[in-house]
């Protein structure tokens, strides 16, 4: 049986989940989160799918300068 889960939904979960618990979760590069949901979804037999609208979304919510700029910050 097919199922599949969206990572980045899962990534959102978690962080909200940790941080309901009085954490401060701070995303990490290796790996980076969507990554390691990917690995946790497959190592349940599941999908690792994404939402490719709320990808477009996010997208269109930041300038090139913007992204640019925080590629440059982790370099």
Same mark, same amino acid.
């Given at each position: @049986?097919?199922q599949?889960?969206?990572?980045?939904?899962?990534?959102?979960?978690?962080?909200?989940?940790? !941080?309901? !618990?009085?954490?401060?979760?701070v995303?990490q590069?290796?790996?980076?989160?969507?990554?390691?949901? @990917?690995?946790?979804?497959?190592?349940?037999g599941? !999908?690792?799918?994404?939402?490719?609208?709320?990808?477009?979304?996010?997208? @269109?919510?930041?300038?090139?300068?913007?992204?640019?700029?925080?590629?440059? !910050?982790?370099?």
């Amino acid at each position: @049986m097919y199922q599949s889960y969206d990572r980045n939904k899962l990534v959102r979960q978690v962080r909200e989940l940790l !941080e309901s !618990e009085g954490l401060q979760p701070v995303a990490q590069d290796d790996p980076k989160p969507e990554h390691a949901a @990917m690995l946790l979804l497959r190592s349940f037999g599941v !999908e690792p799918v994404v939402d490719h609208v709320e990808a477009l979304k996010g997208a @269109m919510n930041r300038t090139w300068e913007e992204s640019d700029d925080a590629r440059a !910050e982790r370099l």
